[in-house]
């Protein structure tokens, strides 16, 4: 090779140097473990590390600590759901409580569903209906169609119509090793988080009217995967499929379907799920150090479900991950 190249090569090799000497010096502060949470929002939200704590399944939200934040009181409706009425499962508690009050804030009527959390469901109706709003409560399993095609009759008996779905029931057990994976298990996922969607949208469709809105909630982990929890990842990848067909499938029909795919989020799924000394770190590996409060996630929803914000939206997946980069 021609040799009038190397002492470029060489002068550009010591300037590499000069750079990388300056950071060496410089040395590592630790300033990006001293520094707490990412707080950018209305109010103050908790940050790890939280007490220890784990539930039995499904988990009730009146048992955790600290007690998720999901009243939103910084958020003044406007009308964006007025005269509107939308179904929720798993809507007694986490995000699914959370969406429902400020559903009922822009003026929806409320059906919520939930397994067998009377307590939690029950709370999420009273603050439904301190919003000025109906709400319904409707105890059932989501992977029956029985009980999906019930639910819907009984809004509609409740409301007069149905505008908005939210299909946002989950099952989530994690797993050191695909051996732990059992059959039951891995049936058990599929038939809640991907069967339960399936079985509400097909029970409502027939009823949405042009204007109407599918939100699903999916996850961070059907778009990045999770070691630990390989057949929750599978459905909530699942979900985003499904909802980006299904928006294309109802768009000649004016009925929209999008997914908030959140990352972890304070509510009871996930110490029902890890155990005492995982929830005390829940959250702290995303870039905002903490977990989001269900009161973040739900202005989303509000967004995907209202034909003033998002019309021109379908089949679209809304990540609320808190960053991108995090451990």
């Known amino acids: 090779m021609d040799d009038r190249f190397e002492p470029r090569a060489d002068t550009i090799a010591d300037q590499e140097r000069k750079i990388q000497a300056v950071i060496d010096a410089k040395g590592s502060s630790g300033d990006s473990e001293k520094r707490g949470a990412v707080q950018a929002g209305a109010r103050k939200y908790p940050e790890p590390p939280f007490p220890r704590q784990h539930q039995r399944k499904p988990g009730e939200e009146f048992r955790l600590d600290p007690a998720p934040m999901y009243e ?13 009425a939308a179904i929720i499962t798993g809507g007694d508690s986490g995000i ?12 929806c009527d409320i059906a919520l569903c939930h397994l067998d959390e009377e307590r939690d469901a029950e709370d999420t109706k009273k603050a439904v209906e301190a919003e000025g709003r109906k709400a ?36 989530q ?31 409502a469709v027939p009823h949405l009217r042009p204007g109407s809105a599918i939100v699903m909630t999916g996850s961070v982990t059907g778009i990045m995967g999770n070691e630990d929890l390989l057949d929750y990842s599978m459905t909530k990848g699942g979900i985003h499929a499904f909802a980006r067909s299904l928006g294309t499938h109802l768009a000649p029909r004016a009925i929209r379907v999008n997914v908030v795919a ?33 009161e973040e996630i739900a202005p989303a929803f509000v967004f995907l479900a209202s034909r003033q914000c998002s019309s021109y939206i379908t089949g679209e997946v809304l990540p609320i991950i808190g960053g991108y980069g995090g451990g």
């Open 173 to 203: 057990e994690h797993v050191e090793t695909l051996e732990d994976l059992t059959f039951e298990h891995f049936d058990r996922t599929l038939k809640t988080n991907l069967y339960g969607y399936f079985n509400l949208v097909k029970a």
């Open 96 to 107: 699914g409580r959370a969406v429902a009050v400020l559903f009922a804030r822009e003026g």
């Open 262 to 294: 959140p990352g972890p989020v304070w509510t009871p799924l996930n110490p029902a799920d890890k155990d005492a000394e995982a929830t005390s770190k829940f959250g702290s590996g995303t870039v905002m150090k903490r977990p989001a409060q269900p």
């Open 136 to 171: 319904i409560v409707l105890k059932g399993d989501v992977s029956d169609p029985a009980f999906a095609t019930a639910a819907v009759k009984s809004a509609l008996d409740a409301f007069g119509r149905l505008d908005v779905v939210v299909p946002n029931a989950a099952f």
């Open 72 to 84: 939103a009181p910084f958020w003044k409706g406007s009308g964006k759901l007025e005269g509107l």
